[in-house]
């Protein structure tokens, strides 16, 4: 029941048009009643032949058209109402899922599957909307449907008004009986959907590995086996779902059968209160009317239960645990660029621990290298710095300030970062340069693309500047994205820069002149840069050789090469073919 | 939606007793106010409690009767439906698997996910629906204009024209509406990819703090997506009032005319009673049937364009069965004159030529966005050259059954993808019948056995619970289990540092019966390769050994000398 409690909360923000809604459901509801009893009214104004009271007839028939159409226009407006409110929740919920994704740990995130995310923001938001449609709709004027039918019941005899009374909430108990049997089914339904949405983005998403591999038969091999399961938790869910409305109707048929033979009884041995053969007609009419609604709901239980279901899933994330507020965190302003570790320690999982006790300072302005054998811990360096995983213990402090005291963002900020994964979002070029600088113009764009030497690559593409690129973009080699990467880096024009592997994909001699513009860029700035080729690096002011999440050794490229340690094996590595 | 009928095929029995068995439900339920009737009649007006009390009995067994009928509807419109449904993904996934890159690049991963997932939902609730509901209601309309002529030929006329016009009003909304749910659609795709891009680009995001640019663009798309939901439930929402209003207008009608025949002696009031009612089971039915329409509206644009990915034709396509006999004594691999681009623009290779001797180890160099990676893609046929040959041990890459063809060469691409499961599911993918013996050593070739302990280890999509380098080896561990005879490393020691390359590519050399290419960006790679290919600008700038190249080819010595000094480089 939480689930329909953090739902009430979301649809509670627009409780002034749902309540519009219920009102234009009572009036639209109630006068529809009203018409049966006019439409007899008419009719007996019609005695037999030559006995037709035209006026009256005239007159009913007027009163029945202004009913008519107010009923419609209501009727309307509850509808559109209703859409309009579960429209908007849809768009709440999947705006909170959307910004809780923002807040997540990258622990949370590098863990988790994306295709499962990514279905509850999308088909599991859906089915909320669509059952919550269906409930706001049916439940409404089901309300008033049984309100209004059970007082004119009580007028007509209130005795076996009375037996429709207490046999009704039968099928309300049998509906919920069923749903409480299937719940568990729309569960696993619901679980396996975003299992296999998971499977498929996988999959999908890589088809070109796939298809490298010839695992296609196999891939669908798996695809199928996780169908079945699909198919068969459907099967059931949807059966049981189905099961309500059959056995709701059934129930209704035993209710009109008791009342008739109440009635019939009453009718015949007056055993509760009194009855006239066309009351007893009328009161079967009101009962079938009666018992429509607890039907109707029961019609679209299925669609219910999987919002239920799928509910859970979206509040699940929700609730999940975010990275912390820190918007009343001290944000800086100017930064020097002073960076240092002092005993840092942190690891992945619980047991190994990758960086032990690590130290560092480094001065404004200091260009920075980390070489090492791959693994080392290089890139869980560049992870701390930015915030991205917090450290174990020990602290990073900035400008000497600790950077667990300054605001997230404001930090991050303060980094301009270029990765070895190379991510661009769909968009034209221009978007994707402007990234870290909106207010850049046009000219300065461009001349950092010209900097980064992307310029003469992103003019002979078809649209230039403006050519979009799409998901992943795939239009692109891997060393055109890093070349947009470094570009979209330089715009930014950041105060530290840090290059995780920023040229790995890029050829040598483009790289020798990209690292010359980053050195003409940050003069006087502090740079990270992580780095296997070692040629680029032979120039920074600080090199540190990582291993094991250790520094083993620290100089300059002439100072290392002298000392003839892992250094100087790593560096002549490269030339020495054995 | 009526192209996706096959899939349907096999449930014909299903699709025939369901439905009839919710009608013989239905008309049982017309049966109940008949006995009642007889109750009135014989039981009440004659006193007969006896009497009341069996048909009471037969009201029961109606009721049971009809329940079980109405569940055998139940379970055929389940399993039908998840059961087309069902086999609708598989086909599709299928269908996708079949496309060449230029159709997946084209129509784009997120748009392909939702086709999988919501559309295929929509058509199985559809489906379901359908049979629960579609001869249910056009029974009940039937029925009561039958019922209407038999009573009056001539007030009938309205009952025609009020069902004519209720038609015709759920026509309308229908085919108005679809428009927006395929545009809803689309704007799911939408929320889709930018919700994919939000995870797969986490890091950057928050690097450059750009969280609330992202959710800006996301909430402009929820807020297109409520404001068309708004235009169509303002649309959808009249279907029930417009439909309401027609058939109470009609009762009116009757009502009026109905008194002038009353009055001439030509009909009872009992009479217009009964056509009252018979003209609200209309409306009633109608309503169910309106609601239907939404649902098939919904359903009709989700099956278009599930549809439209079946009609896709991949553009690389199968043209052999059987498996062809490699030739003996030639090149591994051979590319005559080949071009190849891949929109209208302009050709990304012009003319190439080259051949691979067997068992040798050729490197392919060039700067980026020479076409390197273009003509890797050419040698497994995922494109087909605009014109010239490529062919492999002899024979035409396009003669070869795809399977063959690629499952004999091992790729490493550019970007290091693991897939979640275990370490070990992720090892046989080359071959699958591998033994742990052959992974280990697979695994110490790409240098990946010093962090692996397990290979029941866990792998998280992506492989994200590694680092980039370690990544890497394991996806060229992949590669070499079985050993294939044909390696491909596309750049795939770009997050390796040089120790360990160096070993790696040693132990990749010392591979008897195998041919290795190696795309890279560094000299030292390849200085000791069989041969060297050097790609400039989408054309082949030389080709021979380092010590050929060093002093012919003017773009190879201007990449060495920027990696290596004049020494090294051999001058």
């Known amino acids: 029941m939480n689930t329909v409690k953090n739902l009430l909360r979301y649809i509670r923000r627009y409780r002034l048009m749902l309540l519009l809604a219920l009102l234009c459901a009572v009036i639209s509801v109630g006068f529809s009643l009203y018409i049966p009893v006019l439409v007899g009214e008419a009719i007996d104004y019609m005695l037999g032949k030559g006995m037709v009271d035209f006026g009256e007839v005239g007159r009913v028939v007027l009163i029945m058209l202004i009913l008519i159409t107010l009923i419609a226009v209501f009727r309307w407006f509850m509808d559109f109402l209703s859409s309009v409110v579960s429209a908007r929740v849809v768009r709440d919920l999947r705006n909170d899922l959307?910004?809780?994704?923002?807040?997540?740990?990258?622990?949370?995130?590098?863990?988790?599957?994306?295709?499962?995310?990514?279905?509850?923001?999308?088909?599991?938001?859906?089915?909320?909307?669509?059952?919550?449609?269906?409930?706001?709709?049916?439940?409404?004027?089901?309300?008033?449907?049984?309100?209004?039918?059970?007082?004119?019941?009580?007028?007509?005899?209130?005795?076996?008004?009375?037996?429709?009374?207490?046999?009704?909430?039968?099928?309300?108990?049998?509906?919920?009986?069923?749903?409480?049997?299937?719940?568990?089914?729309?569960?696993?339904?619901?679980?396996?959907?975003?299992?296999?949405?998971?499977?498929?983005?996988?999959?999908?998403?890589?088809?070109?590995?796939?298809?490298?591999?010839?695992?296609?038969?196999?891939?669908?091999?798996?695809?199928?086996?996780?169908?079945?399961?699909?198919?068969?938790?459907?099967?059931?869910?949807?059966?049981?779902?189905?099961?309500?409305?059959?056995?709701?109707?059934?129930?209704?048929?035993?209710?009109?059968?008791?009342?008739?033979?109440?009635?019939?009884?009453?009718?015949?041995?007056?055993?509760?209160?009194?009855?006239?053969?066309?009351?007893?007609?009328?009161?079967?009419?009101?009962?079938?009317?009666?018992?429509?609604?607890?039907?109707?709901?029961?019609?679209?239980?299925?669609?219910?239960?999987?919002?239920?279901?799928?509910?859970?899933?979206?509040?699940?994330?929700?609730?999940?645990?975010?990275?912390?507020?820190?918007?009343?965190?001290?944000?800086?302003?100017?930064?020097?660029?002073?960076?240092?570790?002092?005993?840092?320690?942190?690891?992945?999982?619980?047991?190994?621990?990758?960086?032990?006790?690590?130290?560092?300072?480094?001065?404004?302005?200091?260009?920075v290298a980390i070489v090492g054998p791959t693994g080392c811990g290089k890139t869980t360096l560049i992870n701390l710095i930015m915030r991205f995983y917090e450290t174990l213990d020990g602290e990073i402090l900035l400008d000497g300030i600790s950077t667990k005291g300054i605001n997230r963002d404001n930090l991050r900020q303060k980094f301009g970062m270029v990765l070895q994964d190379s991510w661009l979002f769909s968009g034209t070029i221009m978007d994707n340069l402007r990234y870290g600088n909106p207010n850049a113009s046009d000219e300065e764009i461009i001349a950092a693309a010209k900097m980064s030497y992307a310029h003469s690559f992103i003019r002979k593409m078809p649209d230039g500047y403006n050519t979009k690129l799409n998901e992943n973009a795939e239009n692109l080699s891997a060393g055109q994205k890093q070349l947009l990467c470094i570009a979209r880096a330089m715009a930014l024009d950041p105060p530290v820069l840090i290059l995780d592997e920023a040229t790995s994909s890029i050829d040598t001699l483009t790289e020798i002149r990209v690292q010359k513009a980053f050195k003409k860029l940050m003069k006087g700035r502090t740079s990270f840069i992580v780095a296997h080729r070692l040629s680029t690096i032979k120039e920074s002011d600080i090199i540190l050789v990582m291993n094991d999440g250790d520094i083993i050794e620290q100089g300059t490229h002439d100072e290392l090469l002298k000392s003839k340690g892992f250094y100087y094996n790593l560096y002549n590595s490269q030339f020495i073919d054995s | 939606m009526l192209k996706l009928r096959r899939f349907l095929s096999d449930y014909k029995l299903q699709l025939i007793v369901g439905p009839l068995c919710k009608l013989f439900e239905a008309v049982l339920e017309l049966f109940a106010p008949l006995v009642m009737a007889q109750i009135i009649d014989n039981g009440i007006l004659k006193n007969d409690t006896g009497y009341v009390l069996r048909m009471g009995a037969v009201l029961v067994l109606l009721g049971v009767v009809g329940l079980s009928s109405a569940l055998v509807c139940q379970y055929m419109a389940s399993y039908t439906s998840q059961g087309a449904g069902t086999k609708i993904r598989t086909a599709l996934f299928r269908h996708i698997g079949t496309l060449s890159h230029r159709e997946l690049d084209e129509i784009g991963t997120p748009a392909l996910i939702t086709r999988m997932t919501s559309d295929i939902n929509a058509v199985q609730a559809n489906v379901a629906m359908t049979m629960r509901l579609l001869l249910r209601a056009p029974f009940l309309i039937i029925g009561a204009l039958v019922m209407a002529c038999f009573i009056d030929l001539k007030i009938s006329v309205i009952f025609f024209v009020a069902a004519l016009i209720i038609g015709l009003i759920l026509f309308l909304v229908m085919t108005k509406s679809l428009p927006f749910y395929k545009k809803i659609q689309s704007t799911l795709d939408r929320i889709s990819l930018i919700s994919r891009e939000n995870l797969s680009g986490s890091r950057?995001?928050?690097?450059?703090?750009?969280?609330?640019?992202?959710?800006?663009?996301?909430?402009?798309?929820?807020?297109?997506?409520?404001?068309?939901?708004?235009?169509?439930?303002?649309?959808?929402?009249?279907?029930?009032?417009?439909?309401?209003?027609?058939?109470?207008?009609?009762?009116?009608?009757?009502?009026?005319?109905?008194?002038?025949?009353?009055?001439?002696?030509?009909?009872?009031?009992?009479?217009?009673?009964?056509?009252?009612?018979?003209?609200?089971?209309?409306?009633?039915?109608?309503?169910?049937?309106?609601?239907?329409?939404?649902?098939?509206?919904?359903?009709?644009?989700?099956?278009?364009?599930?549809?439209?990915?079946?009609?896709?034709?991949?553009?690389?396509?199968?043209?052999?069965?059987?498996?062809?006999?490699?030739?003996?004594?030639?090149?591994?691999?051979?590319?005559?004159?080949?071009?190849?681009?891949?929109?209208?623009?302009?050709?990304?290779?012009?003319?190439?030529?080259?051949?691979?001797?067997?068992?040798?180890?050729?490197?392919?160099?060039?700067?980026?966005?020479?076409?390197?990676?273009?003509?890797?893609?050419?040698?497994?046929?995922?494109?087909?050259?605009?014109?010239?040959?490529?062919?492999?041990?002899?024979?035409?890459?396009?003669?070869?059954?795809?399977?063959?063809?690629?499952?004999?060469?091992?790729?490493?691409?550019?970007?290091?993808?693991?897939?979640?499961?275990?370490?070990?599911?992720?090892?046989?993918?080359?071959?699958?019948?591998?033994?742990?013996?052959?992974?280990?050593?697979?695994?110490?070739?790409?240098?990946?056995?010093?962090?692996?302990?397990?290979?029941?280890?866990?792998?998280?999509?992506?492989?994200?619970?590694?680092?980039?380098?370690?990544?890497?080896?394991?996806?060229?561990?992949?590669?070499?289990?079985?050993?294939?005879?044909?390696?491909?490393?596309?750049?795939?020691?770009?997050?390796?540092?040089?120790?360990?390359?160096k070993k790696l590519r040693k132990n990749l050399c010392a591979r008897e019966n195998t041919t290795i290419i190696i795309v890279t960006q560094r000299c030292s790679t390849i200085m000791n390769a069989d041969k060297i290919l050097v790609l400039e600008d989408g054309r082949l700038e030389g080709q021979g050994t380092h010590g050929e190249l060093i002093k012919n080819c003017p773009a190879y010595r201007e990449i060495c000398l920027s990696q290596l000094g004049r020494e090294e480089a051999g001058l």
């Open chain 1, 98 to 367: 959307f910004r809780k994704t923002n807040t997540l740990p990258l622990r949370d995130i590098d863990s988790r599957a994306h295709g499962d995310l990514i279905s509850r923001i999308t088909n599991d938001v859906e089915a909320v909307g669509d059952g919550m449609t269906q409930v706001i709709t049916k439940l409404f004027s089901g309300i008033v449907t049984i309100v209004g039918t059970l007082i004119f019941m009580l007028m007509i005899n209130v005795w076996i008004a009375l037996v429709v009374v207490v046999l009704t909430p039968l099928s309300v108990l049998v509906a919920a009986v069923i749903g409480k049997m299937c719940a568990k089914s729309f569960r696993e339904q619901q679980r396996l959907q975003g299992e296999i949405s998971s499977y498929v983005e996988e999959i999908i998403g890589n088809q070109k590995v796939v298809k490298s591999f010839s695992y296609e038969e196999r891939s669908q091999a798996e695809f199928e086996k996780q169908n079945k399961k699909l198919f068969k938790a459907g099967l059931r869910a949807q059966f049981a779902g189905a099961l309500a409305n059959p056995s709701t109707r059934f129930v209704n048929n035993m209710v009109y059968a008791a009342t008739g033979i109440a009635g019939a009884l009453t009718v015949v041995s007056a055993f509760m209160g009194t009855l006239t053969i066309g009351g007893l007609s009328c009161f079967l009419t009101y009962a079938n009317q009666y018992t429509k609604p607890f039907n109707e709901v029961t019609g679209v239980l299925t669609q219910i239960q999987t919002a239920l279901a799928a509910g859970e899933r979206i509040f699940n994330t929700l609730s999940a645990e975010s990275e912390p507020d820190e918007s009343d965190k001290m944000k800086l302003d100017n930064v020097r660029g002073e960076l240092e570790f002092k005993n840092v320690r942190f690891s992945y999982s619980a047991d190994k621990e990758l960086i032990k006790n690590f130290s560092l300072k480094v001065k404004s302005g200091q260009q």
């Open chain 2, 204 to 501: 950057v995001i928050r690097a450059f703090s750009k969280q609330k640019t992202h959710e800006e663009n996301f909430e402009q798309q929820t807020e297109k997506l409520a404001k068309t939901s708004k235009r169509v439930g303002r649309l959808s929402a009249l279907l029930n009032p417009a439909t309401y209003v027609v058939a109470n207008s009609a009762i009116v009608l009757i009502l009026y005319f109905g008194a002038g025949q009353v009055d001439s002696g030509a009909l009872l009031s009992g009479d217009i009673v009964a056509l009252a009612s018979y003209m609200t089971q209309i409306l009633l039915a109608m309503i169910v049937l309106a609601d239907l329409v939404v649902l098939l509206a919904r359903g009709a644009a989700s099956g278009a364009r599930i549809n439209e990915v079946f009609e896709i034709n991949p553009s690389v396509k199968e043209l052999a069965s059987k498996d062809v006999i490699p030739k003996e004594k030639t090149p591994k691999i051979e590319f005559r004159n080949v071009s190849f681009s891949y929109g209208d623009g302009d050709s990304e290779l012009e003319d190439i030529s080259f051949s691979i001797d067997k068992n040798s180890t050729v490197g392919i160099i060039g700067t980026t966005g020479s076409g390197k990676s273009t003509l890797l893609s050419l040698i497994s046929r995922y494109y087909d050259a605009a014109s010239g040959e490529v062919l492999v041990d002899g024979v035409d890459v396009k003669k070869y059954p795809f399977k063959q063809l690629r499952s004999n060469t091992a790729e490493v691409p550019q970007k290091s993808v693991l897939f979640s499961g275990t370490l070990r599911e992720n090892m046989l993918w080359q071959k699958p019948d591998a033994t742990d013996g052959d992974i280990w050593s697979a695994l110490r070739a790409a240098q990946a056995d010093g962090f692996v302990d397990t290979l029941d280890k866990e792998v998280v999509q992506g492989g994200m619970n590694f680092s980039g380098g370690q990544r890497q080896r394991l996806c060229i561990a992949r590669a070499l289990v079985g050993n294939p005879s044909l390696i491909i490393l596309d750049d795939s020691f770009s997050a390796l540092d040089f120790a360990t390359e």
